[in-house]
């Protein structure tokens, strides 16, 4: 009997772990966006970077500045009143280039996940809240979805739910 040759990406990737996903994430450049604590000057060249449409929604006690990238990807930056970007939120096929979107937060986010490595993350989504930053990531490939946010930097009356 022939044996057939298995095509072993298809499950893999589907199996992906949200460990795997996230180590991915770290390692694999991406698109550029505005960081996490910075301003929200970037946004501009983020969007030329990018060849994305983008749209500005201005809320009671803050402005979403939203990039819709040609790969699917679309990234909503909260910038508060004072020019902060104060949280961040994700959703597409592609996760970001985490680096860049969370710009000086990066290397808590890092810390947090080789701790987390011990623990057996697997499939479910990752819950990290660490002074100072608040990040979820969740989702399998071809469908990423992830937010983070600095608790102290939210406007007065805004609630964390608010972003994504």
Same mark, same amino acid.
Request: aromatic share 8%; proline share 8%.
């Given at each position: 009997?022939?044996?057939?040759?298995?095509?072993?990406?298809?499950?893999?990737?589907?199996?992906?772990?949200?460990?795997?996903?996230?180590?991915?994430?770290?390692?694999?450049?991406?698109?550029?966006?505005?960081?996490? #604590?910075?301003?929200?000057?970037?946004?501009?060249?983020?969007?030329?970077?990018?060849?994305?449409?983008?749209? $500005?929604?201005?809320?009671?006690?803050? !402005?979403?500045?939203?990039?819709?990238?040609? !790969? #699917?990807?679309?990234?909503?930056?909260?910038?508060?009143?004072?020019? $902060?970007?104060? *949280?961040?939120?994700?959703?597409?096929?592609?996760?970001?280039?985490?680096? &860049?979107?969370? #710009?000086?937060?990066?290397? &808590?986010?890092?810390?947090?996940?080789?701790?987390?490595?011990? $623990?057996?993350?697997?499939?479910?989504? +990752?819950?990290?809240?660490?002074? *100072?930053?608040?990040?979820? +990531?969740? #989702?399998?490939?071809? $469908?990423? !979805? *992830?937010?983070?946010?600095?608790? &102290?930097?939210?406007?007065?009356?805004?609630?964390?739910?608010?972003?994504?």
């Amino acid at each position: 009997m022939k044996e057939r040759a298995s095509r072993p990406t298809a499950g893999v990737i589907r199996r992906l772990p949200v460990f795997v996903f996230l180590l991915l994430m770290i390692a694999v450049p991406g698109d550029l966006f505005a960081a996490l #604590g910075g301003d929200p000057g970037s946004v501009q060249a983020d969007q030329a970077h990018l060849q994305a449409s983008a749209r $500005s929604i201005r809320k009671e006690a803050y !402005t979403v500045q939203e990039l819709h990238a040609p !790969t #699917g990807t679309v990234v909503r930056e909260f910038v508060s009143p004072g020019g $902060s970007v104060f *949280g961040v939120a994700w959703e597409g096929p592609w996760p970001p280039d985490m680096h &860049q979107l969370l #710009g000086a937060y990066f290397d &808590q986010f890092a810390r947090a996940m080789q701790s987390a490595s011990g $623990s057996r993350i697997g499939r479910r989504p +990752v819950h990290i809240e660490l002074p *100072g930053l608040v990040m979820e +990531v969740a #989702g399998h490939a071809r $469908s990423f !979805t *992830g937010r983070a946010y600095v608790p &102290q930097m939210l406007p007065q009356g805004m609630s964390a739910g608010e972003i994504r």
